[in-house]
């Protein structure tokens, strides 16, 4: 899960035993990992993407959405404000 705007508890409370710990279980792969937009990059493909546009600036998301679309492998879900999403991309989805 990507998120735009606040961290996920999750990520909050992974990321209060370190950055070494936090990306550890990203890179086991084996599990939910929870990211903010701004590492988007730095997360790994996944089945299964979710992006919850939940805050942030318009250009966080924007860089998000198509970098999450990218690392979906199988089905990218995007939870938000619909008529944001629209207006972040330029496009009705």
């Given at each position: 899960?990507i ?20 990306w ?15 590492a ?44 944001r ?9």
């Amino acid at each position: 899960m990507i998120t735009t705007g606040e961290s996920h508890p999750w990520a909050a409370h992974e990321l209060s035993f370190g950055e070494a710990a936090y990306w550890a279980q990203h890179d086991a792969g084996d599990d939910v990992f929870y990211a903010e937009a701004s590492a988007a990059g730095r997360v790994a493909s996944r089945p299964v993407v979710v992006v919850a546009v939940n805050g942030g600036s318009d250009e966080a998301a924007a860089a998000a959405l198509p970098l999450a679309h990218g690392r979906a492998g199988a089905l990218l879900v995007v939870c938000g404000d619909p008529q944001r999403i629209n207006a972040v991309l330029g496009a009705g989805v």
